[in-house]
């Protein structure tokens, strides 16, 4: 580049004020006021947002559902570790417990939702039904761990309690995503 012409931009751009917008710049200077149909259009999507009036219930239940589907599968993927041999139980424990401690979770989250309409209270009521069922699934998966001498319930047992959790996590899943 020529260093004359070099030093010709570098002048233009130095002596730009730091205030001035850009060329083709839509913004507005700060020295207007701000009108007060945008401020209350601001304060109405806050609120919105706030309120949850997007589909609050449902989108609770939804991300409650995922989460612990998510648990219950790493639950089950620990678990058939350790009946291959895999997987030490100590480390399958832990990673029951803390696969429970997500569902508890999520069904808390559920539990303290404030459903407005008839159809999300029984959507929270179904959703709590089948997180019960999922901890009842890690109940199972549980006494089998901690059993394992090859009474009632085996690990085979515990799997399959988790799998049935499962499935009724992937049907609620189903009927929250159709909201």
Do not use: W, Y
């Not at 580049?1 to 010709?8: A, C, F, I």
């Not at 570098?10 to 007060?36: K, M």
């Not at 089950?76 to 030490?88: E, P, S, V, W």
């Amino acid at each position: 580049m020529d260093p004359g012409l070099s030093r010709g931009l570098e002048a233009t751009v130095l002596n730009t004020p730091a205030s001035a917008p850009a060329a083709g710049s839509r913004c507005r200077p700060a020295n207007r006021p701000a009108t007060a149909p945008r401020l209350a259009f601001v304060a109405l999507a806050a609120l919105a947002l706030l309120t949850g009036c997007s589909g609050g219930t449902s989108q609770s239940v939804a991300t409650a559902v995922k989460d612990s589907s998510s648990a219950v599968a790493t639950a089950r993927i620990a678990l058939r570790q350790d009946m291959d041999g895999k997987l030490t139980r100590a480390a399958t424990s832990t990673a029951l417990d803390d696969e429970l401690k997500e569902v508890q979770g999520s069904r808390n989250t559920v539990l303290n939702l404030s459903p407005a309409t008839q159809e999300d209270r029984e959507t929270q009521k179904q959703a709590l039904d089948v997180l019960d069922h999922c901890a009842a699934g890690f109940a199972v998966a549980r006494a089998a761990l901690a059993g394992n001498d090859g009474g009632a319930p085996s690990l085979a047992d515990g799997d399959k309690a988790l799998a049935d959790a499962q499935d009724a996590l992937k049907q609620l899943e189903g009927k929250v995503g159709s909201q």
